[in-house]
């Protein structure tokens, strides 16, 4: 019963509260010119973020390989 409320309250958090702006972005008259150019600046929003912490997990990884501190089977 406790493992169904939480998940039902994990649904409940994205689709009531999460999803407001992409909602707002969907249905929204005031962005109908504009609509295509914000969803699309979310995504690479995204994309840029992905980007940084993937060039941050390679400077690391090769600090650990240089180190010799890499584990290696």
Known sequence: MIAGNIFRWIGSLFT??????FNWLRTSVATQDFGWWISNAVNWGFLIVLLFLFRYWMKESRRFVKEGTEDRS
């Open 16 to 21: 009531d509260l999460l999803f407001l702006p």
